[in-house]
């Protein structure tokens, strides 16, 4: 950009008690706005100011950049007692500047974010944790609520939601199902192969991922799936509702949300998950046969046959009650999420993270209990 | 018309505030059975906090709310939601169930809170939409009608259990004057015929002045209400400056806003 074109200011005394602001150029935010520090400078290093004037014959164009310095220099006059006329500046500008100072700031709103010291910080976030463990155990109370609600026949909610729920969290969840859980089998296969074949004693690899899968990988897989996709889903769509105010609707009518819209979701994340791991389980068996059949040379037959005398139902059963406490578990991640959403779209996506990373914490503790207490009761 | 000696709503002293935030302190009025009742002031000073805090919706930083002497705030959990049930909401965004069509979101507190066969309420969910001028809409979603459509769907709603108490929050905002001409006869309708009392954030002069018949004026710089009373006599009695300002679009004295 050429010299002339460039926005300047320059200071000068008009007279002893009368700054004037000489301003040249092209006034766009684009191309750059002078500081004002210089200004600032200037006047205090002279005392007695009393007035400040512009000069703005030789602007080329502005836009808000010029307004945005005009009432810079304003807010900094006011503060200093010195009066300004705005009288030589571009109607258009002057006119701006009015609207702009029309309406006065509102008193309080500004925020203040004052510096506090790490005690204090760490105690806050003690609070806010504590607070949260609070929301989540009230959360658990109400859902456990509705619940008892449902067995005694009193809970309302749309059928129509349940359905649809459940086709949600039921059949579209199928093929990523599929293919995860089938890898999974795959994977133990392939690593249980690598020791077992060191004594000759590949047909194990058969005992391994049938006994895996059914007493913990399925239920993890599918788990963890859910809490990344429905889990996160419930988030964001109570999340939603939330934000467009849906849930107050709801509330003013006197519908709980707890029923109308939490409980549909635990009950239908609940039911299918049990049915998910199961066909989980078969999957990753299948995916165990494919490596036993085409790469250690076992047959067909041969490898069905071990599986299945190597697994009880017991196994299996372990592994649905397993994916029964998990499905509760997501859904109500991905709820509490939802509910406690703010007010932003941006909340709605740290619901909706938030949610998926609850369900996660939530599935590999409670399956380290499960685990223990099936040790102990030596199931 | 029925006239109790007790208010049908009394706001007591009620300070609202967003934790340190206040929004407005020291709030005291009455709304009687059958008012029509205005709230005023300027963007952002509260109006829509103010209405949250009469549905239930927000607990007050002081003071009550009283329903027909009763305390609102001060009630058990479950007197306070028999309350609710008496109340019809439109709030400012409209807040339509979005995964739910409009025959659906008018149908559910129906469904819900009377014994009618499907069929009745199939009736009656389409004369509720025919009245906000949605007829044939049934089908649609919330996200395939306008803004000042979805308004409208939620002021159905609102309607559709014959409420004791409606609250509409800026029920014509994006509505044309036509429009927002026939919802003023609906309001005026709903009071006569069905007996009910209506509170209604709006900023638009006509309505304010043809059918207010009791307002109150909250205002953002001092935090709280200037002024109670009808809103032909604070146009004419009022000398605080704000709202002559407010209601005569700033202005001046001069001109009278025609009904
Ligand atoms: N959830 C919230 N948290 C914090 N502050 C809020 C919240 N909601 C509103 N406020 C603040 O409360 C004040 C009043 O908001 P409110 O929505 O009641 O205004 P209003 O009078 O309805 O305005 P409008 O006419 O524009 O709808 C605003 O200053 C806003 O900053
Ligand atoms: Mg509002």
Known sequence: MRKSEEA????????SDTLLLTLKGSWKLQSGIPPFTEIEKTIESSTGIQQLTFDSQHVTSWDSGLVTFVLRVLTY????????????????VQRLVSLALAVPEQQGTRRLIPSESWLARFGKEVMVTLEGANAMIAFVGDASLAFWALLAGKARFRRSDLSLTIQECGIQALPIVSLISFLVGLILAFVGAVQLQQFGAHIYVADLVGLGMAREMGAMMTGIIMGGRTGAAFAAQLGTMRVNQEIDAMITLGLSPMEFLVLPRMLALSLMMPLLCLYADLMGILGGMVVG??????GFLQYFNQTQASLSLM??????????????????AGCLRGMQCGNSSAAVGIAATSAVVTSIVFIVVSDSILTVIYNAIGV | MVMNATPHISIENLTMAYGDFLIQRDLTFTINRGDIFIIMGGSGCGKSTLLRHLVGLKRPAKGDVRYEGESFWNAQPESRAGRMKQFGVLFQSGALWSSMTLAENVELPLAEYTNLTPDEIREIVSFKLAL?????????YPNEISGGMQKRAGLARAMALDP???????????????????????????????GATVVIVTHELASIFAIGTNSVFLDAETKTMLAVGSPRMLLEESADHKIQTFLTRGDGKTEKADT
């Open chain 1, 293 to 298: 059949v085409t790469m250690l040379d076992l």
């Open chain 2, 132 to 140: 906000v001028g949605l007829a044939g809409f049934e089908e649609f």
């Open chain 1, 77 to 92: 006059c006011t503060q200093h007692r010195i009066e300004v006329d705005r009288t030589d500046l571009p109607e258009g």
């Open chain 1, 315 to 332: 196994d299996f059963f372990l592994g649905l009650v397993k994916s029964m406490v998990f499905g509760v578990l997501v859904a109500m």
């Open chain 1, 8 to 15: 300047q200011v320059h200071v000068s005394h008009a007279t």
């Open chain 2, 164 to 194: 004791e108490i409606l609250f509409f929050d800026e029920p014509s905002a994006g509505l044309d004057p036509i429009s927002s001409r026939r919802l003023d006869e609906l309001i005026l309708e709903l009071r006569d015929s069905l």
